[in-house]
């Protein structure tokens, strides 16, 4: 059963980790300027330097509190930003969009709970509190 918080932690942080690494890209870039994110082409790369960081942290289970906090810090103005279903004329373009709102509306909770309830067994954040001191 041990297994299974840390592959939950994984399964969780490979959404950030892949979506992290197309921060980079020009098309990402230019798509974030035209739905009206200020400074795309600096803000874009910090938030993929953001979840790229917080993926990885909580993915290993180390320092992952701070690191869900640096996911969580990512997806608010992410989800704020790319993900305004209220402001759509198509139906099918709104509903699609908040589907897409609602889905990182339930990984900031998820953020939020690795946040507080920090890594669980099998991390190297445990590994560390129980290795002996030299």
Known sequence: MNYIVPLGRILFSLIFITAGLGHFSKATIGFAASQGVPLASIAVPFSG??????????ALGYKARWGALLLAAFIVPVTVMMHK??????????????????????????ALLIAYFGTGPLSLDVRRSISPVA
């Open 49 to 58: 330097v953001l979840a790229l960081l917080g993926g990885l942290s909580v």
């Open 85 to 110: 279903f209220w402001g759509l004329a198509d139906p099918m373009a709104a509903q699609m969009q908040q589907i897409m709102f609602m889905k990182n509306v339930t990984m900031l909770g998820g």
